[in-house]
């Protein structure tokens, strides 16, 4: 009856003993995120309901988050009316968990969800965004979703039709050396498996690099596990789970762990070591072409970016703080710095780190996804590079096709705004 | 008989299929108007009516990979196109079959633009080459919802089922 995480978590939801991959179910949903997209899902939840005869009520607005985060504040008329529309719908429904664009609860919804309390382990969680996979770190089965199936999550609270998926078990051994981060790992991960190596799979986390990641690191290789095409990216919860819940969280409630059985079936196994890596660098356009960073190395940059569901958290904004402390931005370079929630720009004002990045010439904008998308502030010119902490370097990702992306850990972006190109964060700056 | 419209290469996001700057546009009327906003080609083939109905997108690998974007679906089927792809990233294929978007999977197809495809047995018959493809058939769970015209009309009858309603 052996079993890995994704399977003991669909077969919870799903009421049954076992399950196991390409078993057909309908697991109930823990929790259904959504942000400004939620204005299409309430299209389409309207639609599901019409001629039923029904109310159009969602099945449990407790278990319902709406995050206002992808263009903050409203940069067009446009985008401010689906805010007032999902505003207005969420009233109108007693959504509880509800994030409104300030400074004391908002922010990217991938932080939010974690730093609330709202994601559990062994939690089914879906969200109408790629990025879901991020509570993958809490040991949460988490995948993204597109509107119309969130409408029918909204009206029936479980998905339809899941294909239970096969899992990659993932090992990560050895001990990161300074300035590698958990960034790195997973870059390194995804130019190794390439972008859709994963694809309609799972990656659950194993090895002593991963047990030994702060749930701030473990948030980044789910998180970018969809990078490599993954339905969700797992760690295993432990004492470190636990301890984000309570103190960062603040859960007071009991947190029932879950784990993988010793026996269970994976279609494959990768095994890594980290002890040797380098800064990697994902380079345009797409997201597995991962190189070592000194082979990009002296590349001219126009823009820094460091935030975003990936890598805008404390101690992102913390390294990046210690590298630019007493230096400045490179003339030639914009920095712009997004702490991904109101609570970590606060804490990173509190503890001076905000300070250092702006006295240096960084910018530092209010929490938010926009410049990662090219939806909202930070747009490049035609032939500009960008190198960022974000997630994706596709053509056309910043808004503009005619513009090149890199990607890298914010060590490596905090160093190469110093020099106005690319630049290993070991060799100094 | 159905022919290739517009080509494309692997690993084609929504990023490019809808760019971001666009999201704020849902409705299924309206995202037709930007899709492949950023390639002048297929562009001027819809501004020239040289996209018809029924006709093909050909795809490489991991085609929709990248966000979950529901509007890099919705503007495809609001073109009135198929996609014929040798893979496609999971949420896009979701939603495409959610939205009842004609997708099929062809790992080793073969096309340029022009060629004139068709399923013939359960193959990919390229009618220009005359070589033929296997294709992949939808799992199951996917089926389903197809065969059910989409999700919403699916969706709906679990959900009256649900309250002991007859559809």
């Known amino acids: 009856m052996a079993a890995t995480l ?161 899992t990659i078990k993932v090992v990560i051994e050895g001990k990161l050396p300074e300035l590698v981060t958990p960034k790195d790992i997973i870059l390194y991960l995804i130019g190794k498996l390439t972008a859709q190596g994963a694809n309609f799979r799972v990656m659950e986390f194993h090895g002593s690099a991963a047990r030994a990641m702060t749930i701030s690191g473990r948030l980044v290789l789910s998180n970018m596990s969809v990078e490599a095409g993954a339905t969700s990216g797992l760690f295993v919860p432990d004492e470190e789970t636990v301890r984000y819940l309570r103190e960062d969280a603040g859960v007071k409630e009991d947190i029932p762990l879950i784990a993988p059985d010793p026996d269970a079936v994976y279609e494959r196994i990768v095994e890594i070591n980290v002890s040797d890596l380098e800064p990697q660098i994902a380079c345009p356009h797409t997201v597995d072409n991962v190189k070592p960073v000194g082979e990009a190395a002296g590349r001219r940059i126009d823009q820094i970016v460091i935030g975003s569901c990936t890598n805008g958290r404390l101690d992102d904004i913390e390294a990046a703080a210690m590298i630019l402390k007493g230096k400045k931005v490179a003339k030639t370079v914009r920095m712009l710095v997004f702490p991904a929630s109101g609570r970590i720009y606060r804490q990173a004002l509190e503890r001076g780190f905000l300070g250092i990045l702006a006295g240096a010439g960084a910018v530092v904008m ?34 503009n096709p005619n513009a090149e992306i890199y990607l890298c850990s914010p060590a490596v972006a905090a160093a190469s705004a110093i020099t106005g190109v690319i630049t290993d964060p070991r060799k100094g700056a | ?105 062809a790992p080793d197809v073969v096309a340029g633009e022009g060629d004139e495809l068709a399923l013939e047995k359960g193959a990919l018959v390229n009618k220009t080459t005359g070589k033929s493809f296997a294709i992949v058939p939808h799992a199951p769970a996917r089926q389903a919802i197809i065969d059910a015209a989409g999700l919403i009309p699916y969706a709906r009858r679990k959900l009256m089922e649900q309250h002991g309603k007859r559809a």
């Open chain 2, 1 to 105: 008989m159905p022919k290739v419209v517009f080509k494309v290469g692997d690993d084609i996001s929504t990023d490019t299929i809808y760019p971001g700057r666009f999201m704020a546009t849902v409705l299924p009327t309206e995202t037709p108007q930007h899709c492949f906003a950023d390639y002048k080609e297929f562009n001027d083939k819809a501004n020239r009516k040289e996209l018809p109905e029924g006709g093909i997108i050909l795809a490489g690998n991991n085609f929709g990979c990248g966000s979950s974007r529901e509007q890099a679906a919705s503007c495809i089927k609001g073109h009135g196109l198929t996609v014929v792809a040798r893979g496609i990233a999971r949420i896009f294929l979701q939603n495409a079959v959610n939205l009842g978007l004609n997708t099929i999977i």
């Open chain 1, 6 to 166: 994704a399977e003991k978590i669909l077969a919870r939801a799903s009421g049954r003993e076992r399950v196991k991959p390409g078993d057909v179910l309908e697991p109930a949903v823990d929790l259904a995120m959504s942000h400004e997209n939620g204005a299409l899902v309430i299209n389409q939840f309207s639609e599901i309901v019409k001629d039923t005869g029904l109310e159009p009520r969602v099945w449990d607005p407790s278990k319902i988050a709406i995050i206002f985060d992808h263009r903050v504040p409203a940069e067009s008329s446009k985008t401010a009316n689906n805010q007032r529309k999902i505003r207005e719908f969420v009233v109108a429904q007693g959504i509880t968990k509800f994030h409104e664009i300030r400074g004391d609860e908002g922010g990217i919804c991938h932080q939010i969800l974690p730093e609330n309390g709202y994601v559990r382990p062994g939690a089914v969680v879906v969200g109408t965004d790629s990025h879901t996979t991020t509570h993958g770190a809490l040991g949460a089965l988490a995948w993204g979703i597109g509107a119309t199936e969130m409408a029918a999550v909204w009206a029936l609270g479980r998905v339809l039709n899941v294909e239970t998926p096969p």
């Open chain 1, 366 to 399: 209010n929490s938010g996804c926009g410049c990662c998308l090219g939806i909202h502030q930070g747009a490049l010119a035609d032939g500009e590079a960008a190198l960022s902490t974000t997630n994706r370097n596709f053509k056309g990702r910043m808004g």
